[in-house]
């Protein structure tokens, strides 16, 4: 059974930054992240393999958002900067054992939520 569970969600102000934190109950390939805004349809962030070695972001969030993981403790972390009004969403871990993977992660958290208004 792999159980996601999120952490770091709030209100920030624009220009701000925030650090989200999943954990998993189990061992996992490729861990990520994908986000849902009022009135959007769910879209992909980011995704992270078990090494770091294949990393991947979504084109809006590129230079701003950074994914990494510990293994050791079975935790994945998306550090937000530079946020805007458009980064508001929920935001939920994503695992599939298929690392590189960008439209339908098989196992997904509750989700967060983020919202960034001054």
């Known amino acids: 059974q792999v159980q996601l569970t999120e952490h770091g969600g709030g209100l920030v102000h624009p220009g701000g930054s925030l650090r989200l934190s999943c954990s998993a109950s189990f061992y996992i390939n490729g861990m990520g992240w994908f986000r849902q805004g009022p009135g959007r349809e769910r879209e992909f962030v980011a995704v992270?393999?078990?090494?770091?070695?294949?990393?991947l972001y979504a084109d809006s969030v590129k230079g701003r958002f950074t994914i990494s993981r510990d293994n050791s403790k079975k935790m994945v972390y998306l550090e937000m900067n530079n946020l805007g009004p458009e980064d508001t969403a929920v935001y939920y871990c994503?695992?599939?054992?298929?690392?590189?993977?960008?439209?339908?992660?098989?196992?997904w958290g509750q989700g967060t939520q983020v919202t960034v208004s001054s």
């Open positions: 992270i393999n078990y090494s770091g070695s294949t990393i």
């Open positions: 994503t695992a599939d054992p298929v690392a590189g993977g960008t439209t339908n992660p098989k196992y």
